[in-house]
Nanobody, 126 residues
């Protein structure tokens, strides 16, 4: 059973960089065809896909966030990370990490993901 757990600060100041980590257990980041995503859900809004790092280390980002987003991984720790720069209060959301089989770039249909973290609230203060 694959388990994902997000961690990181719950409060970030405007203009700073938001950094989150997703620790993976019960499965490997390098398993063929696996893909590891970051998504978020702002209050009162729908799920937004942010980006993905595939099993081979390739990355893909949402066009609207690409200039501010970076996803990386540490295979020795079996974890992957999100960095979102120049945050504003509009980046306040619950942030999720998730796993899919196949790349699933841009997917917001939750059924396309087979494992999810519990989510972590991040608030950006003005």
């Amino acid at each position: 059973q694959v388990q994902l757990q997000e961690s990181g600060p719950g409060l970030v100041k405007t203009s700073q960089t938001l950094s989150l980590t997703c620790a993976v257990s019960g499965g490997s980041l390098t398993t063929s065809t696996s893909a590891w995503h970051w998504l978020r859900q702002p209050p009162g809004k729908g799920l937004e896909w942010m980006g993905v790092i595939a099993y081979d280390g390739s990355t893909y980002y949402s066009p609207s966030l690409k200039s501010r987003t970076s996803i990386s991984r540490d295979t020795s720790k079996n974890q992957f990370s999100l960095q979102l720069s120049s945050v504003t209060p509009e980046d306040t959301a619950v942030y999720f990490c998730a796993r899919s089989d196949g790349l699933r770039v841009g997917a917001v249909d939750t059924t396309l993901y087979n494992y999810w973290g519990q989510g972590t609230q991040v608030t950006v203060s003005s």
